[in-house]
């Protein structure tokens, strides 16, 4: 059975920092892994999505890479503005169609 | 111009009573998701619809019953609701088979 974990719980950074979210899970044969925010109140959004195959992708200031052998990924956000205070949802599939998995989320603020 | 949107966004009810929650994506979707949110935050999917038909049924108490009148709809219906069915609710959807891209802004369930 898959498990999702992620650390720190919560980070309370100033503004300009760059950061790193971390995101493991014990079984390490997904078919991809997905980066969501949420907002109070509000939907999730997708962030970013890496298919199994990749090791990173990016979109702006957000790169997120997978190892797969270690059952890690890593959200990297460079430099943070108190727009992206929000907590920050990691999800991985086992398969085409399948369900993700959901880590419990890091609870970011970014201070002014 | 909401992607996804679901109602009520807040729903209490008693125990015993029956409720359902309405969800509708506008994207053209083929696959439509449930979540549940814990007080936890950990998201967990209840079910995944393709084009009207379930291909995700994870173990769920059968007094829910999703209903998908065509594939931009798919809606919860909760019978006989309980204490711990307390929750927020999430609704998603996005491409055939594919993993969730976009999430409404929640239902949250209170109980009482």
């Known amino acids: 059975k898959q498990e999702v974990t992620q650390i720190p719980a919560a980070l309370s950074v100033p503004e300009g920092e760059n950061l790193v979210l971390n995101c493991s899970f014990t079984?390490?044969?997904?078919?991809?892994l997905q980066w969501f925010r949420q907002d109070p109140g509000k939907g999730l959004t997708s962030l970013l999505l890496?298919?199994?195959?990749?090791r990173e992708q990016t979109s702006g200031r957000l790169n997120a890479s997978l190892d797969k052998s270690s059952g890690r990924s890593t959200l990297y956000i460079a430099a943070s503005q108190p727009g992206d205070s929000a907590t920050y949802l990691c999800?991985?599939?086992?398969?085409?169609?399948?369900?993700?998995?959901f880590g419990p989320g890091t609870r970011l603020s970014v201070l002014p | 111009d909401t992607a996804v949107s679901q109602t009520p966004k807040y729903l209490v009810t008693q125990m015993g009573n029956d409720k359902s929650i309405k969800c509708e994506q506008n994207?053209?979707?083929?696959?439509m998701y449930w979540y549940k949110q814990d007080s936890k935050k950990f998201l967990k999917i209840m079910f995944s619809?393709?084009?009207?038909?379930?291909?995700i049924n994870e173990t769920v108490p059968n007094r829910f019953s999703p209903k998908s009148p065509d594939k931009a709809h798919l809606n919860l219906h909760i019978n006989s609701l309980e204490l711990g069915d307390s929750a927020v609710y999430f609704c998603?959807?996005?491409?055939?088979?594919?993993?969730?891209?976009?999430f409404g802004p929640g239902t949250r369930l209170t109980v009482t």
């Open positions: 619809y393709n084009n009207k038909e379930l291909i």
């Open positions: 890496i298919q199994s195959s990749q």
């Open positions: 994207l053209g979707h083929d696959t």
């Open positions: 999800a991985v599939s086992s398969g085409y169609g399948q369900n993700f998995v």
């Open positions: 079984d390490s044969a997904i078919y991809n």
């Open positions: 998603a959807s996005g491409a055939y088979a594919g993993p969730p891209q976009y």
